[in-house]
């Protein structure tokens, strides 16, 4: 990860810059933070990548709007020669939804300022980006993974017998996600006329499931590094599978909600616009650096590094998204998140 260097300094006591806020900050200086926390957090947002991205309007209440294109009916009436027919119009509704704040800070004395070898700024940078990419990225997958399409991966038994799964809680580790449970989700997509993202559908499944699933696949299982392009890879893409590209994450959902409480993994199937986010660049995410000093602090011995989100996701089309439950090798152990 680039290291970035900054001048501590500039927050010691009588500096012209050591004033109660951030927007006393230089506009570079505020410039650095903010993309320095968006480019450290963005490879945390796996969930948020894949939707609809809307920018927060300034001054525009907490209620934003993602659109939503109907199909168009066929068109079995013949023309007439001559006659120009009625045509049609888009049909475009809107699906609205609320945004909330979120945020965090560190606070820091100017003791540890002036005797921490490292910057103590940029790392708690560093720190928080995590946790807002964390952060923001949970919204959007608590909202996706509640969706109605769902598809629950069978039991099967040493000598190959397939029980079938109607509910969460019959799931067990013998559940495991093969790939006929992949190839039957890409075609109930198909089936829905969902539509793809670049070419594909898009899954985003944890590490262990992907273990269970190459494990199965042997060589149906095509490996990144085996693309034609492996520069147009998504972020966290692991290999391509029946049309379905994979993404990994440790945060896709994991519910100890299966049979004797072992642990039930949540893989998302993706088409496009299956869902709405609000965009982290488009105002979504602040860094807060207030100086020594600020609020209650005679004795300048505190600053703070912060951020604050808006941040909403909604399911626009449940038909473009469906959710395969399953168990795995690692039922036993994993815990839900």
């Known amino acids: 990860m680039t290291d970035y260097i900054f001048n501590i300094q500039l927050f010691a006591a009588g500096d012209e810059v050591n004033k109660t806020t951030s927007e006393s900050l230089s506009a570079e200086m505020k410039t650095f933070y903010d993309k320095t926390l968006i480019t450290l957090a963005s490879p945390y947002l796996v969930h948020d990548q894949f939707g609809q991205k809307r920018d927060i309007p300034k001054n525009g209440g907490k209620i934003i709007e993602f659109r939503k294109f109907s199909s168009l009916p066929k068109a079995l009436t013949p023309l007439t020669e001559g006659v120009t027919p009625t045509g049609n119009k888009l049909n475009v509704s809107s699906v609205s939804a609320t945004v909330e704040q979120y945020g965090d800070y560190i606070e820091q004395t100017d003791l540890l300022e002036l005797t ?113 392009t492996p520069e147009n890879m998504l972020k966290g893409e692991i290999g391509c599978l029946g049309g379905v590209r994979f993404v990994e994450s440790t945060e896709a959902k994991i519910w100890n909600e299966g049979a004797s409480g072992c642990a039930v993994f949540a893989t998302l199937i993706i088409g496009a616009d299956a869902y709405g986010v609000t965009s982290v660049n488009g105002g979504g995410v602040e860094h807060i650096v207030k100086q020594k000093g600020y609020g209650n ?41």
């Open 116 to 228: 921490a070898v490292d910057n103590t700024i940029v790392e708690a940078t560093k720190q928080l980006a995590s946790q807002a990419g964390l952060t923001m990225d949970t919204i959007v997958r608590n909202e996706i993974v509640g969706g109605t399409n769902v598809l629950y991966c069978p039991k099967v038994s040493a000598d190959g017998t397939e029980t079938a799964v109607t509910s969460r809680s019959a799931i067990d580790k013998t559940a495991l996600l093969r790939v006929k449970d992949v190839f039957k989700a890409a075609a109930e997509l198909k089936a829905m006329n969902a539509p793809k993202i670049d070419g594909y559908y898009v899954g985003i499944i944890h590490p262990y499931v992907a273990y269970d699933l190459m494990q199965e696949a042997g060589n149906q299982w095509m490996e990144v590094q085996k693309y034609a």
């Open 297 to 337: 602090d005679p004795l300048n011995q505190r600053s703070s590094v912060g951020w604050k989100g808006l941040k909403t996701a909604k399911r626009l089309v449940e038909e473009y998204l469906i959710r395969i439950e399953s168990g795995s090798a690692f039922s036993a152990t994993a815990k839900a998140n």
